[in-house]
């Protein structure tokens, strides 16, 4: 009888707990509210303020000054050049009556040259000199030459014509185009993971709320369990089960939390959202997931939409005309060398008359304005045409260099082909995820409604005293998975939306943002 008594004793002291007031159970946890950030607010700014992508967007008006350098291969060229020499010789000349002979000569020279684009160089030039030569044999001591020379080489069959010249400049203006469709590819995929990523945010958030809603539903169970215990109605089992259920539900929020805060960061890490900015400390608050009535294309509208929109597949085209460039080119090279050249000059001279020559005088006697004039007059001139032929023997080297440019320009139709084809196959996956999403947010609602109306009606039974604890949690289990289940569905339509959109390379548009290309600029976000 003792044992009987002290066995009654213990059990009360250990009930007492379980009749504790409600109010020593821990709280529920509190969420942080965030701060709302809209979809097309992130794709906005991460595209303003991503790194990665700053780094592909200068490359743009680094294309750009790649272009002018091309271009000043035709912008003229001035050349300068002045100088002294003297020459001292020893003489061998009968009439002269010196052992050494002197010569010096001051010049100066300017030229403009200019090369053009059928391949034609050019330069225009004058020469002056002023000589002083001890050489009696001389008219005019000191003398003054000038001298305007205009040179000319045309080539007529390599390196001839607009096409060729012309061909590392139309080279650079396709690199340019690359880099702007190669910025383009990174900002809407940039926007895919921006996406893709809030997506994640929203479903995050949506679970934690869920979780919540779970833990209220446990701890109102738990409540009314205490009230059955105290009035004798349920057992203490009945109160123990409702407290570990609103335990594991805690537990549950905490990861929904985590899960949450993890999200948020990787925005945050996709936004470039660093200390000093208001979203840095805070949680982002996204807009609830769309619904699945949104509207989609089907596989030959969306392929359609993406030959002429994708920037990958616009860059590879354009990759396809750099090399057709590169091969006429390398074609032209393989032909023989063949210059024509031609030189027209005309000349002056003036001096000091030494006495020397004709009783009548030198012609060309004056000062050094003078051999301006006799220039001018044409009194000197000097002319040369001629044709050059040069020829490796063999041409191994150009025909070789031909061939491998050949080769390139297949591997890049075949890296075109493969791109369509990898278009093709992305946008069949996205439109698979669509359609089938649509199935499991349709499956879900069903399933969420028959919960629902379960968790009523176990709830009646639990009132008139048919049920259990055990079975009112599970039920309430159900209800929630089966929100849980339908966020998730609505997550992968809207992820898949946004991965057909990527394919399509129409996600920014879709939202009206058009990416600017200066680095200095603004994006626009009508």
Known sequence: MPKVRIIALLC?????????????????????????????????????????????QVEIPASQERVTI???????????????????????SIVYWGDHEKLGVNQATVGVSKRFETGLQSRIGVETQGIDNSAVTTEVNPAYRTYLVLDLTQ?????????????????????????????????????????????????????????????HLAQGLLGGNRRKFKAGVVPITEVQEAQTAVASRDEKIILAQQQMETVSNQLKDLLEVRSGDPLYMSTIRPQELAGPRQPFPDLPQAMGVALKHRPDLLRQKVEMDKLDIRLAYLDNQRLPRVDLAASLAVNGLAGTETGVGSAAGNPYGGGYADSWNSMADGDGYNWFVGLKLSYPLGNREANSRYRVAGWQRKRALYHLKRLEGTTETELKNALVTLRRSLERVRVAERFQQLAETNLSQEMR??????????????????????????????????????????????NLTRFKIIPKMNPEDKVNAR
């Open 12 to 56: 009360f002291f250990c009930l007492l707990p379980y009749a504790a007031p409600a109010a020593d159970d821990p709280p529920i946890p509190k969420v942080e509210p965030g701060i709302p950030l809209s979809l097309r607010g992130a794709l906005v700014r991460g595209i303003e303020k991503n790194l990665d992508l700053k780094m592909v």
């Open 70 to 92: 091309e271009q000043a291969q035709f912008d003229p060229s001035l050349d300068a050049s002045v100088g002294s020499r003297e020459d001292r010789m020893p003489s061998t």
């Open 155 to 215: 080539p007529l069959l390599r390196g001839a014509g607009s096409e060729s010249n012309t061909a590392n400049l139309r080279i650079s203006r396709q690199q340019e185009k690359q880099t702007r469709f190669q910025f383009l590819n990174q900002a809407q995929r940039l926007s895919n993971k921006v996406e893709r990523t809030y997506y994640l945010l929203s479903l995050a958030h949506e679970i934690l709320r869920h979780r919540i809603e779970s833990r």
């Open 461 to 506: 039974r639990l009132d008139e005293g048919l049920t259990d604890t055990f079975r009112i949690l599970d039920f309430q289990n159900s209800v929630i998975e089966a929100r849980i289940r339908k966020a998730l569905a609505l997550t992968d339509l809207n992820q898949g939306l946004a991965d057909l959109h990527l394919a399509m390379g129409d």
